[in-house]
């Protein structure tokens, strides 16, 4: 009962040792005071000691304690521009969940295309990628996590047995972690690491959200080919029929009634933001839009707060504002140069060999902690290489984020992976298989875009 207790009490006794030490060579105590702080932050991320939320106010605490920064300069980072961009499109989630339109477009969307077991399944992993670019994926799961179940009970598949099963939980899962990776609403990773970008150069360098899919659909496109075909050739499924599923769905359809004014308002709203987004983004500012859009839904009556206190993910936006401060801490500070300048000395490799280094690290470590913790720490020192190295900055920035979303086979680092396996359908010797496959396939495009695509748009 005491273990989460005493991993604390280790945690913050090493952390007030390592912080009394004479600071190394090359670094004062100011950036010694950071860089602890920092290492303390990353401990608690990857442990899960603490929850995310408040292991980022603590870090606002520790900082001006150990006066590293003010407190007026620490506690500003709450109120920076990614923070409420993040929280704009965590509501406009909201408003698609609470009105019923996100379930509404699922059902009717799997109804039309599942006439078969395969275009059944095929049906829910295009549907979850589709859906994960416009919304947080772990949002989308959430939302066809119960239709899938019903599904699954509708044709009667055995837990633990079902190919059809494992296949359907599989494409939910896949779907939503590939189609997520296109665009900066597919969860907080991607505005994260903007906004941390945007600190460490004084908001001198950004990534539009036009560059952000301009930067990755290659690799998004052939995990997509990649996933439909082996959703299709590993899993064989033994049902020959859908038609019990799609009655159930039509069922549900029916219950639903016609689309109601909130729906087509929200279903409006949704396509003019996104628009504006991609085509204004840079000239209206993404936080902007994304207030403007809320504002006009509460205007027209689509949207309740309390129907936004229910399905907002708080402690996430709490926990991006503490990561971004803690990043432009270790920026100011110099710690992240003096960090990339240990790690890198007598390395053999060039940039590109260490840019896929980070990559690989990036996906590895998103198996065991939160994809967001994962950003908020490779962030900092990465930044400070592409700055040693001469690499650009959003090509160092989009080889931490892509990677640290293929969280394939644990469910630490995203509620999709959890909800997949909470399922009873999949076996941890599949998803391990399966998922280490996958790794495979998105370090060697992550390789394709490096060595490749990226230099041949101009990006290095």
């Given at each position: 009962r005491l273990k989460r207790q005493v991993l604390l009490l280790v945690l913050f006794s090493v952390f007030l040792w390592v912080r009394a030490l004479t600071p190394p060579e090359g670094l004062d105590q100011t950036g010694w005071s950071a860089l602890s702080i920092f290492s303390l932050c990353g401990a608690l991320w990857a442990t899960g000691a603490l929850p995310p939320a408040i292991t980022s106010l603590l870090a606002m605490a520790l900082i001006p304690m150990f006066g590293v920064m003010s407190a007026g300069?620490?506690?500003?980072?709450?109120?920076?521009?990614?923070?409420?961009?993040?929280?704009?499109?965590?509501?406009?989630?909201?408003?698609?969940?609470?009105?019923?339109?996100?379930?509404?477009?699922?059902?009717?969307?799997?109804?039309?295309?599942?006439?078969?077991?395969?275009?059944?399944?095929?049906?829910?992993f295009f549907l979850c990628a589709a859906a994960s670019t416009l919304m947080s994926g772990h949002a989308v799961a959430?939302?066809?996590f119960p239709i899938v179940t019903d599904l699954a009970r509708a044709l009667k598949l055995e837990k633990g047995r079902s190919e059809m099963g494992k296949a359907l939980f599989f494409a939910m899962a896949w779907g939503c972690i590939i189609g997520g990776s296109l665009t900066v609403l597919g969860g907080g990773r991607g505005p994260l690491a903007i906004g941390l970008l945007e600190e460490a150069t004084g908001e001198a360098f950004t990534i539009t959200f036009a560059g952000f899919m301009a930067y990755s659909w290659p690799l998004v496109l052939v995990m997509l080919v990649f996933g439909a075909w082996h959703l299709r050739s590993r899993f064989e499924p033994e049902i020959d029929s859908t038609s019990a599923a799609l009655a159930a769905l039509e069922e549900q359809i029916h219950e639903m009634g016609k689309l109601s004014p909130r729906e087509l308002v929200v279903g409006v709203v949704l396509i003019v933001t996104v628009a504006l987004w991609a085509f204004a983004g840079d000239s209206l500012g993404l936080a902007n839009i994304a207030i403007v859009s809320m504002g006009a839904l509460f205007s027209l009556g689509a949207l309740q707060w309390r129907e936004v206190e229910t399905h907002v993910n708080w402690g996430i936006v709490v926990m991006y504002g503490g990561a971004i401060g803690l990043g432009s801490v270790m920026e100011r500070s110099g710690a992240a140069q003096w960090l990339t300048d240990q790690a890198l000395s007598g390395t053999p490799l060039g940039a590109g060999g260490l840019m896929m280094a980070l990559a690989i690290t990036s996906a590895i470590l998103t198996e065991f902690m939160s994809n967001s913790a994962v950003v908020a720490m490779l962030m900092p020192p990465a930044l400070a290489f592409a700055e040693s190295q001469g690499v650009n900055l959003a090509a160092i920035t989009m080889v931490v984020v892509l990677p640290s979303n293929f969280a394939y086979i644990f469910p630490i680092a995203t509620p999709v992976t959890g909800l997949a396996w909470s399922s009873g359908f999949l076996e941890s010797k599949t998803v391990a298989r399966n998922g280490l496959l996958l790794h495979l396939v998105s370090w060697t495009l992550m390789a394709a875009l490096i060595f490749v695509y990226w230099p041949s748009v101009g990006l290095l």
């Open positions: 300069e620490t506690y500003a980072f709450f109120g920076s521009k990614v923070v409420f961009f993040i929280l704009g499109a965590f509501m406009l989630s909201a408003a698609m969940m609470a009105t019923g339109l996100s379930r509404r477009i699922a059902s009717v969307f799997v109804r039309r295309l599942g006439a078969t077991p395969r275009r059944l399944i095929l049906s829910v959430a939302m066809v």
